[in-house]
């Protein structure tokens, strides 16, 4: 039973370009959470989602981000313009039910913008 | 917005020694939750404890909570090497719908 997968590992963008992270749940797992690490920091809550529905979204910035989980296929998240604020790990996670849950976290994509 | 918050911030112990790390949280919850990361790596659930619980106990992982002062610990005891990580509260917002939200996590050192 493959745990969440995530890819790229390692993403490398300039400036100006889009970014797209891919997260695949645990088999069976139909809630998805994504998280932003900065250096030395804990994660920071970015945005909750289930199939084709986005539950909570008040930890994405209002610009540029987008998340979506379709009915097939991996949830995204999208990053469009990238700056070099953005240059941090950001860790997907599942969960079978919402609210109670523990959380499986997949090993992160590390995004570095120049 | 931070939910929880771990102290210490660092803790360098040798092997064989217990390793404590406290959790503050701001609004009543459901339940806490304690996660490790290893560097550079996902984080790994360890042991989830309900508002209704006061302690628990998972292999050498010991839980308290404490929800009059909205405060929780973890004790590692007898820590090994294999210990170092960093380690993270996370609490809910008692709400439906609402993601965990952790703290900025305790690095733990064990040196042998």
């Known amino acids: 039973n493959a745990g969440v997968m995530q890819n790229p590992r390692h993403l490398v963008r300039r400036r100006g370009q889009e970014a797209r992270l891919r997260c695949s749940p645990m088999k069976g797992h139909s809630h998805v959470y994504w998280y932003r690490q900065l250096p030395e920091e804990g994660l920071k809550f970015m945005v909750y989602?289930?199939?084709?529905?986005?539950?909570?979204e008040s930890g994405m910035p209002k610009e540029r981000f987008s998340a979506e989980f379709p009915k097939e296929g991996p949830s995204i998240l999208r990053i469009q313009q990238v700056v070099r604020g953005d240059s941090a790990a950001y860790f997907c996670a599942s969960s079978r039910r919402g609210g109670e849950e523990k959380l499986f976290f997949g090993s992160g994509t590390q995004l570095s913008v120049l | 917005s931070q939910q929880g918050e771990e102290d210490p911030q660092a803790l360098s112990i040798q092997e064989g020694e217990n390793a404590t790390m406290n959790c503050s949280y701001k609004t009543s919850i459901n339940n806490l939750q304690w996660y490790r990361q290893n560097s550079g790596r996902g984080l790994v659930h360890l042991i989830l404890i309900r508002s209704n619980e006061r302690e628990k106990h998972s292999g050498r992982l010991r839980v308290t909570l404490d929800t009059s002062k909205k405060s929780s610990s973890l004790l590692i005891t007898a820590s090994r090497a294999a210990d170092t990580a960093s380690y993270f509260c996370?609490?809910?917002?008692?709400?439906?719908?609402?993601?965990?939200?952790f703290g900025k996590g305790t690095t733990l050192s064990v040196s042998s």
């Open positions: 996370a609490t809910d917002l008692n709400q439906a719908g609402t993601a965990l939200i």
């Open positions: 989602l289930q199939k084709e529905n986005i539950i909570d």
